[in-house]
């Protein structure tokens, strides 16, 4: 099992260019959650998906948008780059809901907004 | 509303030396709780959790956090650390919803 799996790893963004993010899990979890981490903040919950088709705002949504069209994927949506937006962004999935159960995070992707 | 507070932002220690990574929280009813650690350029895995039962919880790589509920705490330790310890330590808390995740802390251990 690979995990949780996103691409691209690294993305450097001009203010204003949009870009996708995407997750993926082969675990068959149903609950999705896309997080960003910036220094000293710990982790910001943005967008979560209790399952397919399902979407639903986090602590800091605004500039993001987010679809789950498959079970497997979850994807991050940026349809104008800001410099606030540079972050490391961390998907994650959990088999229950992620108060109930561990949640499982993948690698990350680092945005650098110019 | 929930919320988790870890009071240590960078804890510095030597190899062998004891740790002990202070957690808050802030809910009024049934509490989850998890430890994750995040090593240098990985990603988060949990470190240990505590749901019910004993309150003294076993986690990987002789990691050990107490659940004290008088307290609010949820406090991480282990007894002599190695330099390959050095990583960011969160703690979360599963109270409703959506978990809440503190705002880590730094630990570096020198060799």
């Known amino acids: 099992n690979a995990g949780v799996t996103q691409t691209p790893k690294f993305r450097v963004l001009k203010t204003g260019q949009s870009m996708t993010l995407l997750c993926a899990q082969d675990?068959?979890?149903?609950?999705m959650y896309w997080y960003r981490q910036d220094p000293g903040m710990g982790l910001r919950l943005i967008h979560y998906?209790?399952?397919?088709?399902?979407?639903a705002k986090g602590e800091v949504p605004d500039g993001y948008n987010v679809s789950r069209l498959k079970k497997q994927n979850f994807l991050l949506g940026l349809e104008s780059a800001a410099p606030s937006q540079t972050s490391v962004y961390f998907c994650?999935?959990?088999?229950?809901?992620?108060?109930?159960?561990?949640?499982?995070f993948g690698p990350g992707t680092r945005l650098l907004v110019l | 509303a929930q919320s988790v507070s870890q009071h240590n932002h960078h804890v510095i220690l030597s190899e062998a030396a004891s740790l002990e990574l202070g957690c808050n929280y802030s809910y009024g009813g049934t509490v989850n709780l998890f430890w994750y650690v995040q090593y240098p350029g990985q990603h988060l895995q949990l470190l240990l959790k505590y749901f019910s039962g004993d309150p003294l919880v076993k986690g990987i790589k002789g990691f050990e956090a107490e659940f004290i509920k008088s307290k609010f705490s949820f406090n991480l330790r282990k007894p002599s650390v190695q330099w390959s310890d050095t990583a960011e330590y969160f703690c979360a808390l599963g109270g409703s919803y959506i978990p809440t995740f503190g705002r880590g802390t730094s630990l570096i251990v020198h060799p």
């Open positions: 675990m068959n979890h149903e609950y």
């Open positions: 994650a999935s959990s088999s229950l809901a992620g108060y109930q159960e561990t949640q499982y």
């Open positions: 998906s209790v399952g397919e088709g399902t979407t």
